[in-house]
């Protein structure tokens, strides 16, 4: 395996040379988006084609930190996503992204089609009001994405418990008593209610004299209850246990300039991708601190909604969701939305360096595992760069699986008596059923550079027959540089 890495490296000159596999770029799910490629034993470079059917299910890319995994296939897939004329919303982890996929746009010919959202910029979402005025909205939705809202700021200490149906009883009274009362729909008006005890009178003093029908009037009377019994004389523990959980949230978004994006009006939507528009959330934690995170997955989940919102019409115009250091930005239903998004065209690319780092970020060892199981699942197409993180090469190899594979043995007898003719011994081979690929071999792949000819080299696995070796995965590389 090491010689034929470095046959790739030293033959890989560009997609404009070696074979395809197919002969028509296809139309439909059947489209190409771009072709892997790989060699055979001989170094002759083979085209594997990817086509919108493998892309919908969504990618995972795995990499230690300097493998290549973003400037190898993740640039790759970016560029190829971007030259197929899709829009798309990118999170920002690092401070350096916006400019980076700022310039793989231009390099696509596609410069114009980004918008930045930055916090000193022009561009606004109230992603609450903004739910609250599609078909069919209710209050349970909202107070849902709310909820997963939260998820990235608790990590490990995740957990269904008590605290959270109580969040869940606050929230669905503040939304609806902020939707009664006619009022738009933000965040800092949820944690004033949360804060100022007499917060709640004015608003249900506006709904009150609203034209409401009868079952609105019940819900009026429900709210009333709430914050006027049940709000005002909950013990105080019990009360600091709710805004802890819910002001990690509320407070960074409603103040500043995160409250100017979030909480006035709207300049742009996740709809927007539909049409082409590249969305760059250029909010990374390093320089906004948990702010920028809560502003990448409000975005993540407006995003996620809005493309389920439009179910099958998204064929013809699939747009993507980017994230490189996805554990930042991963909540428990990102797995249910890759299996549903395919009909409705939305792609999503995550990024991560190892699957421990997941585990922690989706509720800890035993429920993170579970979680980021299912989303690995769902993603039919997975690319592993070099690592020397054990969980995530042990997940690897494991995925690949097993054959029967022929193993030398040698024996030795010694005979130590007196007078005897010394001792005897022997070789043979067996087959045993054994892994494909050992941990080790992901520490030899290329991860880019001068000294490998700016080539990263990679683990693809797609869930189909790959050429040349008609295997489930193949090695496979990428250029850094055009």
């Given at each position: 395996m090491i010689a034929l890495i470095k046959k790739i490296i030293a033959f890989l000159a560009g997609p404009s040379e070696g074979k395809s596999s197919v002969s028509s770029p296809g139309t439909g799910l059947e489209r190409k988006i771009m072709d892997f490629w790989t060699a055979d034993d001989r170094g002759n470079k083979i085209?594997?084609?990817?086509?919108?059917?493998?892309?919908?299910?969504?990618v995972f890319i795995f990499g230690k930190p300097g493998s290549g995994k973003t400037s190898g296939p993740g640039r790759t897939i970016a560029q190829a996503l971007l030259k197929e004329g899709m829009g798309g919303v990118v999170l920002c982890a690092k401070t350096s992204e916006a400019d980076e996929w700022t310039g793989w746009a231009n390099e696509a010919g596609r410069g114009g089609d980004v918008v930045r959202v930055t916090a000193d910029g022009v561009h606004r979402f109230n992603v609450l009001d903004y739910e609250n005025k599609?078909?069919?909205?209710?209050?349970?939705?909202?107070?849902?994405?709310?909820?997963?809202?939260?998820?990235?700021?608790?990590?490990?200490?995740?957990?269904?418990?008590?605290?959270?149906?109580?969040?869940?009883?606050?929230?669905?009274?503040?939304?609806?008593?902020?939707?009664?009362?006619?009022?738009?729909?933000?965040?800092?008006?949820?944690?004033?209610?949360?804060?100022?005890?007499?917060?709640?009178?004015?608003?249900?003093?506006?709904?009150?004299?609203?034209?409401l029908t009868e079952s609105q009037r019940k819900d009026l009377a429900i709210c009333a209850h709430y914050w006027g019994d049940e709000w005002e004389t909950m013990p105080e523990k019990i009360k600091a246990s709710i805004k802890a959980t819910l002001n990690p949230i509320l407070s960074p978004l409603s103040r500043g300039d995160l409250r100017e994006l979030f909480s006035t009006n709207t300049t742009i939507t996740p709809e927007a991708t539909f049409d082409g528009t590249i969305i760059i959330i250029d909010l990374p934690e390093k320089s906004h601190d948990i702010g920028g995170k809560l502003a990448a997955v409000f975005w993540k989940l407006a995003w996620q909604r809005a493309v389920l919102r439009r179910g099958n019409a998204g064929e013809e115009k699939p747009t993507f969701m980017w994230a490189d250091e996805f554990q930042n930005f991963a909540t428990s239903k990102d797995a249910k939305f890759c299996l549903e998004s395919r009909s409705a065209g939305g792609i999503s690319v995550m990024l991560t360096q190892a699957i421990p780092g997941l585990?922690?970020?989706?509720?800890?060892?035993?429920?993170?595992?579970?979680?980021?199981?299912?989303?690995?699942?769902?993603?039919?197409?997975?690319?592993?760069?070099?690592?020397?993180?054990?969980?995530?090469?042990?997940?690897?190899?494991?995925?690949?699986?097993?054959?029967?594979?022929?193993?030398?043995?040698?024996?030795?007898n010694y005979n130590f008596n007196q007078g005897s003719g010394g001792g005897g011994g022997g070789r043979g081979a067996s087959e045993q059923m054994d892994f494909i690929i050992e941990d080790n071999y992901f520490l030899s792949l290329a991860c880019g550079g001068p000294k490998n000819n700016s080539v990263v080299t990679a683990l693809l696995y797609t869930g189909n027959v790959l050429a040349p070796n008609s295997e489930m995965f193949t090695l496979t590389a990428f250029k850094q540089k055009n």
């Amino acid at each position: 395996m090491i010689a034929l890495i470095k046959k790739i490296i030293a033959f890989l000159a560009g997609p404009s040379e070696g074979k395809s596999s197919v002969s028509s770029p296809g139309t439909g799910l059947e489209r190409k988006i771009m072709d892997f490629w790989t060699a055979d034993d001989r170094g002759n470079k083979i085209a594997i084609p990817w086509t919108l059917r493998d892309a919908l299910p969504g990618v995972f890319i795995f990499g230690k930190p300097g493998s290549g995994k973003t400037s190898g296939p993740g640039r790759t897939i970016a560029q190829a996503l971007l030259k197929e004329g899709m829009g798309g919303v990118v999170l920002c982890a690092k401070t350096s992204e916006a400019d980076e996929w700022t310039g793989w746009a231009n390099e696509a010919g596609r410069g114009g089609d980004v918008v930045r959202v930055t916090a000193d910029g022009v561009h606004r979402f109230n992603v609450l009001d903004y739910e609250n005025k599609q078909s069919g909205a209710s209050t349970i939705s909202i107070v849902a994405m709310l909820m997963l809202l939260s998820e990235p700021t608790r990590g490990a200490d995740r957990k269904e418990d008590e605290w959270h149906g109580m969040c869940v009883t606050l929230l669905t009274n503040a939304i609806d008593l902020i939707r009664l009362a006619g009022e738009t729909i933000k965040l800092e008006t949820i944690l004033l209610l949360i804060q100022d005890p007499k917060a709640w009178r004015p608003l249900e003093e506006l709904a009150s004299v609203r034209e409401l029908t009868e079952s609105q009037r019940k819900d009026l009377a429900i709210c009333a209850h709430y914050w006027g019994d049940e709000w005002e004389t909950m013990p105080e523990k019990i009360k600091a246990s709710i805004k802890a959980t819910l002001n990690p949230i509320l407070s960074p978004l409603s103040r500043g300039d995160l409250r100017e994006l979030f909480s006035t009006n709207t300049t742009i939507t996740p709809e927007a991708t539909f049409d082409g528009t590249i969305i760059i959330i250029d909010l990374p934690e390093k320089s906004h601190d948990i702010g920028g995170k809560l502003a990448a997955v409000f975005w993540k989940l407006a995003w996620q909604r809005a493309v389920l919102r439009r179910g099958n019409a998204g064929e013809e115009k699939p747009t993507f969701m980017w994230a490189d250091e996805f554990q930042n930005f991963a909540t428990s239903k990102d797995a249910k939305f890759c299996l549903e998004s395919r009909s409705a065209g939305g792609i999503s690319v995550m990024l991560t360096q190892a699957i421990p780092g997941l585990w922690s970020a989706m509720g800890g060892r035993d429920k993170g595992q579970a979680a980021a199981d299912l989303l690995f699942g769902s993603c039919s197409t997975k690319i592993f760069c070099q690592n020397d993180d054990r969980e995530t090469n042990k997940y690897a190899k494991e995925l690949i699986g097993r054959r029967l594979q022929m193993r030398e043995n040698q024996s030795t007898n010694y005979n130590f008596n007196q007078g005897s003719g010394g001792g005897g011994g022997g070789r043979g081979a067996s087959e045993q059923m054994d892994f494909i690929i050992e941990d080790n071999y992901f520490l030899s792949l290329a991860c880019g550079g001068p000294k490998n000819n700016s080539v990263v080299t990679a683990l693809l696995y797609t869930g189909n027959v790959l050429a040349p070796n008609s295997e489930m995965f193949t090695l496979t590389a990428f250029k850094q540089k055009n």
